[in-house]
């Protein structure tokens, strides 16, 4: 039987912009209350962004893993399906027990990690530390599930019940801080406890609704040379891009914390939070289309595949370009109505560093294609390149710059990075760079010119108050301004016309 992979994207689109809201609403209700102490914030992040190293402890098998799982599932071959998620997820579980390892030395010893804490502040470090080293566990499941979900397109499934997890940690919120003595311990707690509810209830339904034996997995839940060998030439540039990304995006907060202190963190912490916004909708954005993209390797249809790139290209650009654009014009008057004077700092750092994802709509899908034609060469070179120009840069320059090096050079090392994906991508397609200028960028010139235009405009007009009304006129202005621009693009743009107009007709069909 034929799926029908647009309806299945706009599932997971629907379910998704759900996820964001409340992404939205936890970022605008729960950091508020976790800012009022600068200091514990800066802890409370630092903590998070170690959360983060479990994330890419799969050392690149559960990534490469996904692709191939996604090849046998085009085939169906579910055995081998189930036995090289089994095998991945496996050999995750070895690294993010070494990980939680070296999470329990910080626990004992968060001097180690933190300059100048102590106190409170330092009790509060170690029982934070001690509750994410012993949630290691949740994260491998909840990981191995979306891989399972993910290679089926269904998405959507997991994300209904993330989205019900989500619900229940906001509304904590009010518990663990409404009083006004916040206990940001135990809400830490109860996090990875509702996480835990979450995987519980996916896999019940794993079992009861999916072509997926558990008990196979369970069975090959072991070291395998089979699987080993299938993988491993990818998986090792998966973990070089891993690590890569580590040193990349997720290791600022570290340097930060032993350069200049918990304050400092706080500072670039908050415009962090908003660029990781941006990278969880590009994650919503793509993540479906690469099982996609594997669909067409695992049928040998190279020529669909590309063209289904180019597909991908072409509609997402703007809805990565314009509201890059329009937060980074609007961060100042957000960032005051949002948390307040306190975070002045943080107001040049979130405009520059958010810019850093402007060329997203090249480097992530060529990151997918590049990795299902498996061109090793290509990511290694790309995953060692980004990496030492942003730290070469903050080397030389943070004496001068102090927190800003981190932010110019993130937006560097990043366009140099995608740029050098943009020239191989168009030697595999086979176009020359006009052509792919004039077919993905020329369309939205004018959109993305208005955009601007509108969002100078309410620059001068947008309240800087810190309120909660002031935040909800600002967070209102970016949105309408984005939208404007969105629609004028389905204006000035025959394929994203033509596209929207087919999905329509699927959906109203769906409906009857």
Same mark, same amino acid.
Request: net charge neutral.
């Given at each position: 039987m034929k799926i029908n992979y647009t309806i299945t994207y706009l599932k997971?689109?629907?379910?998704?912009?759900?996820?964001?809201?409340?992404?939205?609403?936890?970022?605008?209700?729960?950091?508020?209350? +976790?800012? *009022?102490?600068?200091?514990?914030?800066?802890v409370y992040s630092i903590v998070i962004s170690l959360n983060i190293f479990y994330t890419y402890a799969n050392v690149g098998f559960l990534n490469a893993g996904q692709k191939y799982a996604a090849?046998?599932?085009?085939?169906?071959?579910?055995?081998? *399906?189930?036995?090289?998620?089994?095998?991945?997820?496996?050999?995750?579980?070895?690294?993010?027990?070494?990980?939680?390892?070296?999470?329990?030395?910080?626990?004992i010893n968060p001097q180690y990690l933190i300059t100048g804490i102590d106190g409170e502040n330092l009790i509060i470090a170690r029982k934070l530390l001690g509750i994410l080293a012993f949630s290691s566990p949740i994260v491998v499941i909840q990981r191995t599930i979306q891989v399972v979900f993910a290679v089926r397109i269904k998405d959507y499934v997991y994300q209904q019940f993330s989205i019900f997890g989500s619900l229940v940690k906001i509304l904590s919120v009010f518990y663990f801080f409404g009083s006004g003595q916040g206990n940001i311990v135990l809400y830490f707690l109860f996090i990875q406890i509702t996480n835990l509810g979450v995987v519980l209830i996916s896999i019940l339904y794993?079992?009861?609704?999916?072509?997926?034996?558990?008990?196979?997995?369970?069975?090959?839940?072991?070291?395998?040379?089979?699987?080993?060998?299938?993988?491993?030439?990818?998986?090792?540039?998966?973990?070089?891009?891993?690590?890569?990304?580590?040193?990349?995006?997720?290791?600022? +907060?570290?340097?930060?914390?032993?350069?200049?202190?918990?304050?400092?963190?706080?500072?670039?912490?908050?415009?962090?939070?908003?660029?990781?916004?941006?990278?969880?909708?590009?994650g919503i954005l793509y993540t479906p289309f690469t099982s996609r993209f594997n669909h067409f390797k695992g049928n040998n249809d190279i020529e669909g595949l590309k063209s289904f790139f180019m597909h991908v290209v072409k509609l997402t650009f703007p809805i990565v370009v314009i509201p890059i654009l329009v937060v980074s014009i609007l961060s100042k008057s957000f960032i005051l109505s949002w948390v307040g004077t306190q975070y002045f700092a943080s107001i040049e750092v979130v405009s520059t560093l958010i810019l850093c994802n402007m060329l997203a709509f090249i480097s992530y899908p060529a990151g997918i294609l590049f990795n299902t034609l498996e061109r090793i060469q290509i990511l290694f070179i790309s995953a060692l390149l980004i990496p030492i120009v942003y730290w070469i840069g903050i080397i030389v320059t943070c004496d001068h710059l102090g927190l800003m090096s981190f932010a110019i050079f993130k937006i560097v090392s990043f366009v140099i990075g995608a740029s050098f994906y943009f020239i191989y991508a168009l030697k595999e397609l086979n176009i020359k760079a006009h052509q792919f200028l004039k077919s993905v960028i020329l369309p939205y010139i004018l959109p993305m010119i208005i955009a601007v235009l509108l969002a100078l405009i309410a620059?001068?007009?947008?309240?800087?108050?810190?309120?909660?009304?002031?935040?909800i006129y600002n967070i209102v202005i970016i949105g309408l301004i984005t939208v404007i621009g969105l629609s004028l693009s389905l204006l000035t743009s025959k394929y994203l016309r033509k596209y929207m107009y087919t999905a329509m007709k699927l959906v109203l069909n769906v409906k009857r």
């Open positions: 997971i689109y629907f379910w998704q912009m759900i996820s964001i809201f409340l992404g939205l609403a936890s970022m605008f209700i729960v950091i508020p209350f +976790l800012t *009022e102490n600068k200091t514990t914030y800066g090849e046998y599932f085009a085939m169906g071959d579910l055995e081998n *399906e189930i036995r090289t998620i089994s095998f991945a997820s496996f050999i995750y579980l070895l690294f993010i027990s070494i990980i939680s390892l070296i999470i329990v030395v910080f626990a794993m079992h009861l609704k999916i072509e997926f034996s558990l008990n196979l997995f369970i069975k090959h839940f072991k070291f395998s040379t089979i699987p080993y060998n299938h993988i491993k030439k990818l998986a090792f540039t998966s973990f070089v891009l891993t690590l890569s990304w580590v040193a990349y995006y997720e290791s600022d +907060l570290i340097v930060i914390g032993k350069l200049f202190g918990a304050e400092d963190v706080a500072v670039y912490s908050l415009a962090l939070s908003i660029l990781a916004l941006f990278r969880t909708f590009f620059k001068d007009i947008a309240p800087s108050v810190y309120s909660k009304k002031s935040l």
